[in-house]
């Protein structure tokens, strides 16, 4: 790597929405460790995971407000680094079944979920670099349903096409736009619903045994799949769906029925 292409890495950003836990927390490691500089969007202070707060940056708020965008773009615009990529991660997950959920809180998931997204994307429009990449954090939930989270499954059936539409509009300038679509995740959101039950640990094993790997993703596993998609290594791919589930929907009912693996 010659001098220029030094600097050129060394001034590469990224933007990462739902930067302090979970999925976001797991994709900010892991830019940061191959020398991005790091710009996490959270509601929680400070933005980023603790270990990384020193060194990057972290803009507190919340995906729906005008305010937090023009924060963001006012450090880009100020900070020298070249903004690369945006991983559009937050999400807001109430567990409802749909015909529970009132129009308010059905509102709510799609405007973070949804108008959240594509407040990052019209960003991207302005400050995004031309070969950039922008990887939407979508859901098996996008592509099949779940009868206890009515309005989530909605909103991730629209950030998959949100990112189809986004790929066509950015392709002419060489920016692509990708969805990972993970199964079961072990984050705060997941783990949750394992301590409410009565026994964790069976409650973790009976979820893991409905997925033919045996297991639920870590989140490390769904920042490498957000890290290639990312990096020119997926140069061809624009518009597409990367399913990160275990082989949970290659899978049918029988599957469950008969125990999982065996």
């Known amino acids: 790597m010659n001098q220029a292409d030094a600097q050129a890495t060394d001034r590469r950003a990224v933007l990462i929405t739902g930067a302090r836990a979970g999925i976001g927390a797991a994709c900010a490691r892991w830019f940061a460790a191959r020398a991005w500089q790091v710009i996490g969007v959270d509601i929680d202070a400070p933005a980023l995971p603790d270990d990384l707060a020193g060194e990057h940056t972290g803009v507190v708020g919340s995906v729906t407000g005008d305010e937090t965008w023009n924060r963001v773009a006012e450090h880009i615009e100020k900070s020298g680094h070249t903004l690369r990529a945006v991983v559009n991660n937050a999400a807001h997950q109430p567990e409802l079944p749909l015909l529970d959920t009132s129009v308010e809180e059905f509102s709510a998931v799609l405007h973070t979920n949804v108008v959240g997204m594509f407040r990052a994307i019209k960003l991207a429009d302005r400050l995004l670099a031309c070969d950039g990449a922008i990887v939407n954090m979508a859901s098996i939930l996008g592509l099949t349903a779940d009868p206890v989270l009515g309005a989530y499954c909605v909103s991730k059936g629209a950030v998959v096409q949100l990112t189809r539409t986004a790929a066509l509009a950015f392709a002419d300038r060489g920016i692509r736009v990708n969805a990972v679509c993970p199964g079961a995740v072990r984050t705060p959101l997941t783990t949750r619903v ?60 029988e599957f469950a029925l008969t125990g999982g693996l065996v």
């Open 194 to 253: 394992w301590d409410l039950a009565e026994d964790p640990q069976a409650a973790r094993a009976q979820m893991e045994r409905l997925y033919p790997a045996g297991r639920i993703a870590e989140p490390e596993d769904i920042a490498a799949i957000v890290g290639m998609l990312a990096s020119g290594e997926s140069r061809a791919m624009t518009g597409s769906l990367v399913v990160a589930d275990g082989g949970l929907t290659a899978t049918n009912a």
